[in-house]
């Protein structure tokens, strides 16, 4: 059987990081991106998103 491919990506994975300590982190650009997201995220109800169809 043919090994299955591997996927790689240049996407950075934050999987591991606990969003609760992201004051933690170094100051870096990581850092002011989590924050800014986090604090918009913060402000806005909660949304989600839907798809019709029209079959």
């Known amino acids: 059987m043919a090994e299955e491919p591997v996927?790689?990506?240049e996407l950075l994975d934050v999987t591991g990081?606990?969003?609760a300590r992201v004051a933690e982190l170094p100051d870096t650009?990581?850092?002011a991106a989590l924050n800014r997201?986090?604090?918009e995220n913060?402000?806005?109800p909660d949304r989600f998103a839907a798809f019709e169809s029209s079959l």
């Open 17 to 19: 990081i606990d969003l």
């Open 42 to 44: 913060a402000e806005l």
């Open 7 to 9: 996927l790689e990506s």
């Open 37 to 39: 997201i986090l604090a």
């Open 29 to 31: 650009a990581l850092r």
